[in-house]
Structure formats: C-alpha cells, structure tokens
C-alpha cells in the first residue's frame, strides 16, 4: 500500500477500549449515587441498548440528549428498576464526567501509533461528542499521534454519510486516493469510507465473516501486514 500518505482512524472501539471503560465508568457513578442494582445485569442489557441507540443517532433518529436519557432508562426498564427521570439525567451527566477517566486501549494500540507515525499523517474521525473524544484521546496520551481530529459535531453529519469523510481528507489535506480508514464498524467505518473512495482496514476484533476483498485484522498489529 505504497500509495498511501494518510490514515484515518476510528477512535472508541478501535484504539480506545470502549466497553472496558464504560463498565468501570458505571460502576463508579453507581457507587457515587448508591444505586441497588445488579450492574453486572445492567451492562448485559445496556450494551445492545447503547449500540442500538448509536446506530439511531448516526441515522438521524435521536437526538445526543435522548441517546443519553433513553440508553439508560430503556436498560432500567428491561431490568425492572425504577429510576426517575432526574435521577437519569444526572446519571447520564456523571457518567459523561467519568467515561474519560478511564484510558484502556486495545492491545498494540501505542505499539502501532509509534510504527505508523515517521511514515504517515495520521488522523481520527469520530462520532463520539467533543467534550468527551478530546478528554479521551489527551488521558490516553495518543493527541500528540494526530495530526487532525475530525468529530461529527464538528461536522454536522455522522459517519457513515460521506460529507463526513470528504470534509477529513478536505482538512488533512489529503485525497481519496492516498487515504485509508481503519475501524471497527462495518456500517460507518468500513462502507461510509469505501463509498467516498477511501481503502479500508476492518477492526474485525470480533472474528466476523468478511469478504475476502477486505482487509480486516483481529489485533492491532496486524496493521503491519499491510502498511
């Protein structure tokens, strides 16, 4: 792939361990509000919940405050726990604060950032918001890895709606033909950067069937096959 100059990355669930920092995330605001609950049983149902409600967001069909509010109330309801309406709203704020606090990343996450970085310009695209994406990346210590960081909010639009992707390689300066993407999810990552013309490499952390015609990868360090 001597062609390529610019590699955009996914961030949460890709370099940043999302699910391991959330679980600790809840598990401190639960303890903080003293809430009775299973949270081993919440996190089982929470985390379909949230990942349905992320595809409703990329798609336009929930605002970021009811992603916020309904991920959680939903989850209480499934697990037959009444919770108020207030108490939710200060739950979502509180775990909005903690989520950042805690910085794992996927293995080989550093390893590979210090191998790409002499030899291309790297970049983040994300769908994540602002005010917790740029915590995320400083208390994980990978800022200083990118050279853009490209938000939906920023933007206007979500991945995988190609404006998204067109307004990155407009701010790196950088074009299709010389850009690859590198995430985990098909839907956004993967067929959003394909169809403005981007390469790919699929996270596929998950060993899903994919297409021989995608490079995919089950650990960060196998981005070395191919870069």
């Known amino acids: 792939m001597k062609h390529i100059n610019h590699i955009f990355f996914d961030l949460d669930h890709t370099l940043w361990d999302f699910e391991k920092n959330s679980d600790l995330a809840f598990e401190a605001v639960f303890k903080k509000h003293q809430l009775n609950v299973n949270?081993?049983?919440?996190?089982?149902?929470?985390?379909?919940?949230?990942?349905?409600?992320?595809?409703?967001?990329?798609?336009?069909?929930?605002?970021k405050e009811e992603l916020r509010y309904g991920r959680l109330n939903d989850t209480f309801t499934k697990i037959k726990v009444e919770v108020s309406r207030s108490v939710i709203d200060e739950l979502a704020i509180d775990y909005i604060t903690e989520l950042p606090k805690n910085n794992h990343l996927f293995d080989g996450a550093h390893q590979i950032l210090d191998y790409l970085k002499p030899n291309y310009e790297l970049h983040i695209i994300t769908n994540g918001f602002n005010e917790v994406q740029f915590k995320k990346l400083e208390n994980s210590k990978m800022t200083n890895y990118f050279k853009e960081i490209i938000t939906s909010e920023e933007v206007g639009v979500?991945?995988?709606?190609?404006?998204?992707f067109n307004f990155a390689l407009e701010k790196a300066n950088a074009t299709f033909q010389e850009s690859l993407m590198i995430g985990d999810n098909w839907e956004a990552d993967i067929m959003g950067a394909k169809k403005t013309g981007l390469d790919v490499i699929f996270c596929n952390f998950n060993n899903e069937p994919v297409s021989e015609s995608i490079k995919s990868i089950n650990h960060l360090l196998e981005i070395k096959k191919y870069l």
């Open 158 to 164: 979500k991945k995988p709606n190609p404006k998204i």
């Open 39 to 63: 949270l081993a049983k919440f996190l089982n149902y929470y985390r379909q919940i949230n990942f349905e409600y992320w595809k409703r967001y990329r798609e336009e069909r929930v605002t």
